[in-house]
Each structure stands twice: as C-alpha cells, then as structure tokens.
C-alpha cells in the first residue's frame, strides 16, 4: 500500500514563501510520477506541477511558472518538495500531492493512482 503525507503547509504573507513535502511510504517515489494539485473552497481540483520519474522533466501550471519549483530528494527520493515563492492569494488553497506509476503523468488528476490528505496553504493580502 502507498501512503502520501503532505507537510510544510501554513499561514504567510503576499510576497512570502513556503515549502510543501510530500513524504511517500510503502515504495520509493522515485518509482513513480509525482504532482502536485491545489484546490481553492468551491473550486475544482487545479494542476500545479508535476516531476517524471528520474526528475528529468518537470511542468507548471501559467499561474506558477517562475514562481513554484517541484523537484525530488535526491538523497531520499521517498520526498517531493514544492517551493513556493512570491506567493500571492489566489494561491491560497488546499494542496494535494500525487502519484502514478507512468513515467511522466500528464496534468489531469485522473492520471495518478495516489493522493495524501493535502496540507491548508493560506496567503494573506
């Protein structure tokens, strides 16, 4: 069984910066494609980037491109990071880390297998 646990979410400033994990248990993640998603109160589940198996590849969603990187431990490849920067409100949401067992999972939330909890992400103006 594969297990996903999301941290690092919390509370900042417009303009701050915040770094989620994402912990994978069961199997090593570097045996999967990994995500990240967000979603706001009465929104749809959003795309936020994602990360290929041997983290060789690595895609944004406009409104985060420049601003959040996804990228994989290399020392614990059980762990996924989002670093968040120039964080800004209509970032404020829940956030959902994923995983699937394809190479390079695409940007819909059908393609992955697994999902954490998520962890609260709040911008303040």
């Known amino acids: 069984q594969v297990q996903l646990v999301e941290t690092g979410g919390g509370l900042v400033q417009a303009g701050g910066s915040l770094r989620l994990s994402c912990v994978v248990s069961?199997?090593?993640?570097?045996?999967?494609?990994m995500g990240w998603f967000r979603q706001a109160p009465g929104k749809e589940r959003e795309f936020v980037a994602r990360?290929?198996?041997?983290?060789?590849?690595?895609?944004y969603a406009d409104s985060v491109r420049g601003r959040f990187t996804i990228s994989r431990d290399n020392a614990n490849q059980n762990t996924v990071y989002l670093q968040m920067n120039s964080l800004k409100p209509e970032d404020t949401a829940v956030y959902l880390c994923?995983?699937?067992?394809?190479?390079?999972?695409?940007?819909?939330?059908?393609?992955?297998?697994?999902w954490g909890q998520g962890t609260q992400v709040t911008v303040s103006s």
């Open positions: 994923a995983a699937d067992r394809s190479y390079f999972a695409l940007r819909s939330s059908t393609e992955y297998l697994y």
């Open positions: 990360i290929s198996r041997s983290s060789g590849s690595t895609d």
């Open positions: 069961g199997r090593t993640s570097s045996s999967y494609a």
